[in-house]
């Protein structure tokens, strides 16, 4: 088992309680509030604007040339995402331009953005990867069919396209990091502030 398929082992119970919660559970039967569908979208575009920072920060720390091209692609990536929540926002009247973000939101992007500068490319990939393949693992596991209004969330995180991004950034993570308590540590804190950004987004506070 390689170290990546190792960590998302070793984390099945956070990813079982983002799956389960009753934001993500809104999404997949289509129930859940566009005003809080709203308050997410807003929200992810910090995060995501600071998850790109980080893949920058890595593209600097790179060392060596397939390691740049890797998160030069994976930051595309990223840009595409933005991309879908400027046209949610577009069409449902949401404000991108005045973003405060929640506690919970900065928890996730300081904890990110100091990886990436401080952590290394070791730690920089233990610390994103887990937003990936958790985000590839709701899509697949949701239903398009019964997402009404959000079915384009669902098939965007489903599309083999963006699995192969989270696969992408898994290998990174297999060829620069050792199984090491540190990069079990960031992985794990990663998945929490996933829950918690659901769960941010749930009550809106």
Known sequence: MTLA???????ADLAAEALAHPFVAGIGDGTLSRERFAGYVAQDVFFLESFARAY??????????????VFADLLAGVREELALHAGYAARWDIDLTRVEPLPATLAYTDFLLSTAFLGGITLTAAAMTPCMRLYAHLGRS??????????????????PNFEELAATLERL??????DTPAVRTAYRRAMRLEVGFFDAAWRGA
Do not use: F, K, Q
């Open 142 to 159: 949701l239903s398009a069919d019964r997402a009404g209004d959000y079915a384009e969330w669902v098939t965007t995180y489903a599309d």
């Open 56 to 69: 920058a920060v890595g593209i600097a720390h790179s060392p060596d040339r397939a390691t740049m091209d």
């Open 173 to 178: 993570l297999d060829r620069h990091a050792g």
């Open 5 to 11: 398929a190792d960590l998302w082992a070793a984390n």
